[in-house]
């Protein structure tokens, strides 16, 4: 089976740097993606790794080790705006895309 | 230029019914996936469709269908609803993984 474990929330403050964490599963592993998900909006793409490694887009990271199965987004500055649900997810060659349950991260001024 | 789009926006049925999602990639991508979201859960794959051909399917019984027209537009049908199809319905596009385009999607509450 495949599967992806991540917190179901997590408080940070505002201007603070927060880590979320994603343990996973899978079959026939590529990489591994984060979404961002405001209430009531679309799953909107973040990030991808499919190497070992960080990569740095603006104030977010995202952070895979294929030999632990873990990866990390870490969200630098918080801002009010960055209140949100983010998805960890494995997605495979047809496009098939495998999601975790989501951690809600809330934001406190 | 547009995103996928999706219709209707909200639907209400009663259990038994039938209904019929709709979704319009992003122009050029070939690829549409449908996944259902429940409330507080990440979204869990239905269908995958590329140049009209099933390409994937999830964990979920015969009365979800779906098929992908040749302008790459692919509807989702749902026979015999039940409680439990209430939930979020997304619709994506994609031009080759990773990254994946998500609609709004359709809220559907079945009574």
């Known amino acids: 089976g495949q599967s992806l474990e991540q917190p179901s929330e997590v408080t940070a403050v505002e201007g603070a740097i927060v880590q979320i964490n994603c343990t996973y599963q899978?079959?026939?592993?590529?990489?591994l993606s984060w979404y961002q998900q405001h209430d009531g909006g679309a799953p909107t793409f973040l990030s991808y790794?499919?190497?070992?490694g960080l990569e740095e887009t603006g104030r977010f990271s995202s952070f895979l080790s294929r030999s632990d199965s873990y990866g990390y987004l870490l969200l630098q500055e918080l801002q009010m705006k960055d209140s949100a649900s983010y998805f960890c997810a494995a997605p495979n060659r047809d496009d098939k895309i495998i999601f975790g349950k989501g951690t809600r991260l809330h934001i406190l001024p | 230029d547009a995103g996928v789009t999706q219709s209707p926006t909200h639907l209400i049925k009663t259990r038994g019914q039938h209904v019929t999602l709709r979704c319009s990639p992003i122009s050029g991508h070939k690829s549409v996936s449908w996944y259902q979201q429940v409330l507080g859960q990440g979204p869990q794959f239905i269908f995958q469709?590329?140049?009209?051909?099933?390409?994937g399917r999830g964990n979920f019984p015969d009365r979800f269908s779906a098929r992908q027209f040749p302008n790459y537009s692919s509807e989702l049908n749902v026979n015999a609803l039940l409680l439990g199809d209430s939930a979020l319905y997304l619709c994506?596009?994609?031009?080759?993984?990773?990254?994946?385009?998500f609609g709004q999607g359709t809220r559907l509450t079945v009574v």
């Open positions: 899978t079959s026939g592993f590529y990489g």
């Open positions: 790794n499919a190497l070992d």
């Open positions: 994506a596009s994609s031009a080759g993984i990773p990254e994946a385009f």
């Open positions: 469709y590329y140049e009209k051909e099933e390409r």
